[in-house]
């Protein structure tokens, strides 16, 4: 998870860089450079202090060493000079790994000015190597402050989050592990500890408590030392260790992408990691392959040059987060089993491209479907996502399954996100643990468990769709709003015109607008386009306009549920918050699909009632009506009697 010390850390190398490099690419290439240089020399110094050798700066490249670089006695062109020198040389170093020769190769200094050098290299000292995730911390917060993470729907996924989905779908030491687009390779590093510390003396299943280890945002490997103690622990063999190296696979499309996770790879032991630059969805190369374990956060949105995917997807589309999950579950073995972020779209948008997918899901192994807030991608993004856990074996003898809802992930919801009690994780890993288990299901949080048989028609996975129908509705009756209201969409642009006779209603505020109308009736006026007005309620009762970013809810003319406005106006604005939570999806802009909004479930109670608690409704807002007046009719006096005094 990108904390507030890295983003410092790293907004202050780029500020020191700024002046002398405009460029943020150029900005991305020298604290990436800066950044391996600085972790070699710690892997060599941790070396050193484990009885071993330096690997890295040995056999005449020792004078290249970062200590000797940051040596106060340096002077700052002396420090200038020995930096260009290292960087240029040590493409040629045979003492490190082909891989870290290709990151220095052409590499340069684009300034020559050895204040900013010298700033430059202390800010990044700032920087540890302990488990590498510093570096995919850094180096993703770098291409978030470019742009391009979004602009390619490519969003950092928090180490948490990674750690919940490796601990549920468990792989095994003798299990092939993909990552379709593995990015930094953060699902690929979190199994590879994951399945070290099952192979450690050091382990005590019985003792072990993961559920508190997410609680606290981390895992059992989380510091230096708790997986140094893990190791000294190891029962795996040499034989068995090499076969677990050989059994991780990585695929990116962005060679930036790759560089960093066969970095990060190497350094945690793996001597010649198997991460390819390779487009998945395009090139057929590796369509044959099958694995045990697949879990990945493939991006979110189509580029805007489109895709052009070959022809032996089963779900014929262009669209990225479709395509991904088709993949998946076609890489998976007969065994397989896999933990797959998507977009909330994947698991509820009507249209038939993705009915089919979600029909294939379900038939492929699909088991759970978890629903995580939108605010667990921030800094980077606001975005409504799901998990898909799909496990073959099992969900060939299971007929249902378990629907989830994550409000809480131990962090705050703003852009710091610091951490804080309220976590669901914990409690979710032990519903799905018991549910694989046959295991009686606590009500620690919101789940349903819905046969497969129910999931029908349009295949819907979106979790509230069966969450609602469990919740206590206090002794009333619940209908979705469907029964109580016909629901039209707004049909003008929310666009200010010429001031006139007639309401125009948006989502924010109302106006009076041109003559034209497009309603003549008592109705409720509901935003569901408006990122900052979702589920605001207005009432009006007239001819009115209403813009596109809203619903019109008119009672229905059946008289089976009578409704009375002045109720349901106060009741949507005051359960405002649970709809927009509840309904809410999009990644750049939060909106409200209609569907959703009319399978939404709501309390009904008797007309008779309605019309009790309406009237004390309109009694209030009179009060309120002539409170006001009277405010304003004092801070008019209040304004008479200061001129009277002065003029």
Same mark, same amino acid.
């Given at each position: 998870?990108?904390?507030?010390?890295?983003?410092?850390?790293?907004?202050?190398?780029?500020?020191?860089?700024?002046?002398?490099?405009?460029?943020?690419?150029?900005?991305?290439?020298?604290?990436?450079?800066?950044?391996?240089?600085?972790?070699?020399?710690?892997?060599?110094?941790?070396?050193?202090?484990?009885?071993?050798?330096?690997?890295?700066?040995?056999?005449?490249?020792?004078?290249?060493?970062?200590?000797?670089?940051?040596?106060?006695?340096?002077? =700052?062109?002396?420090?200038?000079?020995?930096?260009?020198?290292?960087?240029?040389?040590?493409?040629?170093?045979?003492?490190?790994?082909?891989?870290?020769?290709?990151?220095?190769?052409?590499?340069?200094?684009?300034?020559?000015?050895?204040?900013?050098?010298?700033?430059?290299?202390?800010?990044?000292?700032?920087?540890?190597?302990?488990?590498?995730?510093?570096?995919?911390?850094?180096?993703?917060?770098?291409?978030?402050?470019?742009?391009?993470?979004?602009?390619?729907?490519?969003?950092?996924?928090?180490?948490?989050?990674?750690?919940?989905?490796?601990?549920?779908?468990?792989?095994?030491?003798?299990?092939?592990?993909?990552?379709?687009?593995?990015?930094?390779?953060?699902?690929?590093?979190?199994?590879? #500890?994951?399945?070290?510390?099952?192979?450690?003396?050091?382990?005590?299943?019985?003792?072990?408590?993961?559920?508190?280890?997410?609680?606290?945002?981390?895992?059992?490997?989380?510091?230096?030392?708790?997986?140094?103690?893990?190791?000294?622990?190891?029962?795996?063999?040499?034989?068995?260790?090499?076969?677990?190296?050989?059994?991780?696979?990585?695929?990116?499309?962005?060679?930036?992408?790759?560089?960093?996770?066969?970095?990060?790879?190497?350094?945690?032991?793996?001597?010649?990691?198997?991460?390819?630059?390779?487009?998945?969805?395009?090139?057929?190369?590796?369509?044959?392959?099958?694995?045990?374990?697949?879990?990945?956060?493939?991006?979110?949105?189509?580029?805007?040059? =489109?895709?052009?995917?070959?022809?032996?997807?089963?779900?014929?589309?262009?669209?990225?987060?479709?395509?991904?999950?088709?993949?998946?579950?076609?890489?998976?073995?007969?065994?397989?089993?896999?933990?797959?972020?998507?977009?909330?779209?994947?698991?509820?948008?009507?249209?038939?491209?993705?009915?089919?997918?979600?029909?294939?899901?379900?038939?492929?192994?699909?088991?759970?479907?978890?629903?995580?807030?939108?605010?667990?991608?921030?800094?980077?993004?606001?975005?409504?996502?799901?998990?898909?856990?799909?496990?073959?074996?099992?969900?060939?003898?299971?007929?249902?399954?378990?629907?989830?809802?994550?409000?809480?992930?131990?962090?705050?919801?703003?852009?710091?996100?610091?951490?804080?009690?309220?976590?669901?994780?914990? #409690?979710?890993?032990?519903?799905?643990?018991?549910?694989?288990?046959?295991?009686?299901?606590?009500?620690?949080?919101?789940?349903?468990?819905?046969?497969?048989?129910?999931?029908?028609?349009?295949?819907?996975?979106?979790?509230?769709?069966?969450?609602?129908?469990?919740?206590?509705?206090?002794?009333?009756?619940?209908?979705?709003?469907?029964?109580?209201?016909?629901?039209?969409?707004?049909?003008?642009?929310?666009?200010?015109?010429?001031?006139?006779?007639?309401?125009?209603?948006?989502?924010?505020?109302?106006?009076?607008?041109?003559?034209?109308?497009?309603?003549?009736?008592?109705?409720?006026?509901?935003?569901?386009?408006?990122?900052?007005?979702?589920?605001?309620?207005?009432?009006?009762?007239? #001819?009115?306009?209403?813009?596109?970013?809203?619903?019109?809810?008119?009672?229905?003319?059946?008289?089976?549920?009578?409704?009375?406005?002045?109720?349901?106006?106060?009741?949507?604005?005051?359960?405002?918050?649970?709809?927009? =939570?509840?309904?809410?999806?999009?990644?750049?802009?939060?909106?409200?699909?209609?569907?959703?909004?009319?399978?939404?479930?709501?309390?009904?109670?008797?007309?008779?009632?309605?019309?009790?608690?309406?009237?004390?409704?309109?009694?209030?807002?009179?009060?309120?009506?002539?409170?006001?007046?009277?405010?304003?009719?004092?801070?008019?006096?209040?304004?008479?009697?200061?001129?009277?005094?002065?003029?």
């Amino acid at each position: 998870m990108l904390d507030a010390t890295t983003k410092r850390k790293i907004d202050s190398a780029r500020q020191i860089l700024v002046g002398k490099v405009p460029d943020p690419k150029a900005q991305v290439e020298q604290i990436t450079t800066a950044l391996v240089y600085k972790f070699m020399d710690d892997m060599d110094k941790e070396s050193q202090e484990l009885g071993g050798e330096t690997k890295f700066f040995t056999n005449g490249f020792e004078k290249y060493s970062w200590t000797k670089l940051l040596d106060k006695r340096l002077s =700052g062109q002396e420090r200038l000079d020995l930096y260009v020198q290292a960087i240029t040389n040590m493409s040629k170093n045979p003492h490190i790994p082909q891989l870290f020769r290709d990151i220095f190769k052409d590499a340069f200094l684009p300034y020559r000015d050895p204040e900013t050098l010298s700033l430059f290299l202390k800010e990044v000292d700032n920087f540890s190597y302990d488990h590498s995730e510093d570096l995919g911390n850094a180096f993703e917060y770098l291409l978030s402050v470019l742009g391009s993470q979004g602009d390619a729907g490519q969003f950092r996924t928090p180490r948490h989050i990674i750690d919940f989905i490796v601990e549920i779908v468990d792989p095994k030491k003798n299990e092939t592990i993909l990552d379709p687009a593995c990015g930094t390779a953060g699902f690929l590093i979190s199994a590879y #500890k994951h399945i070290r510390k099952h192979n450690s003396s050091n382990f005590k299943p019985e003792q072990e408590k993961d559920e508190d280890k997410i609680k606290k945002g981390e895992t059992a490997l989380e510091t230096g030392l708790q997986e140094k103690e893990i190791y000294r622990g190891d029962l795996l063999t040499p034989n068995e260790k090499s076969k677990l190296m050989n059994n991780f696979v990585g695929y990116d499309i962005s060679p930036d992408m790759v560089k960093l996770s066969l970095v990060n790879m190497y350094l945690h032991g793996f001597s010649n990691p198997k991460i390819f630059e390779y487009d998945s969805l395009t090139s057929e190369k590796h369509w044959g392959e099958q694995f045990d374990v697949i879990m990945a956060n493939p991006p979110f949105m189509t580029p805007k040059g =489109g895709i052009r995917p070959h022809k032996r997807f089963m779900v014929q589309s262009k669209k990225a987060e479709v395509l991904f999950v088709d993949l998946i579950i076609e890489h998976m073995n007969l065994h397989g089993r896999s933990g797959v972020i998507v977009p909330d779209g994947v698991v509820s948008n009507p249209g038939n491209l993705y009915v089919n997918l979600r029909k294939m899901a379900i038939e492929n192994g699909l088991y759970a479907v978890v629903s995580l807030h939108n605010s667990v991608f921030r800094p980077y993004a606001v975005a409504k996502t799901s998990i898909l856990l799909f496990d073959k074996a099992f969900a060939k003898n299971n007929k249902s399954v378990l629907f989830l809802k994550v409000e809480n992930d131990g962090f705050e919801k703003g852009d710091q996100r610091r951490k804080i009690e309220a976590n669901d994780l914990p #409690k979710a890993l032990r519903l799905l643990r018991a549910f694989k288990e046959n295991k009686k299901l606590e009500n620690g949080m919101e789940f349903a468990v819905v046969d497969k048989e129910d999931i029908s028609g349009k295949f819907s996975l979106f979790v509230n769709k069966y969450l609602i129908s469990t919740r206590d509705s206090n002794g009333h009756e619940t209908k979705p709003v469907s029964e109580l209201f016909d629901i039209e969409k707004g049909s003008l642009q929310s666009t200010k015109s010429t001031e006139g006779e007639y309401t125009f209603i948006t989502a924010a505020e109302e106006w009076s607008t041109h003559n034209a109308f497009t309603h003549d009736r008592e109705a409720l006026v509901f935003a569901h386009g408006a990122s900052g007005s979702l589920g605001r309620t207005h009432y009006v009762n007239g #001819k009115f306009i209403a813009s596109d970013l809203c619903f019109i809810l008119t009672p229905k003319q059946d008289g089976k549920y009578p409704v009375n406005l002045s109720f349901y106006h106060a009741y949507f604005n005051s359960i405002r918050e649970q709809i927009v =939570g509840d309904l809410a999806k999009g990644a750049a802009k939060l909106a409200i699909n209609k569907t959703d909004f009319s399978n939404y479930q709501i309390d009904y109670i008797p007309i008779d009632k309605q019309n009790e608690i309406g009237e004390e409704i309109l009694e209030q807002r009179r009060q309120i009506k002539e409170m006001k007046e009277k405010i304003v009719e004092a801070e008019e006096n209040i304004q008479a009697k200061i001129f009277e005094i002065c003029s």
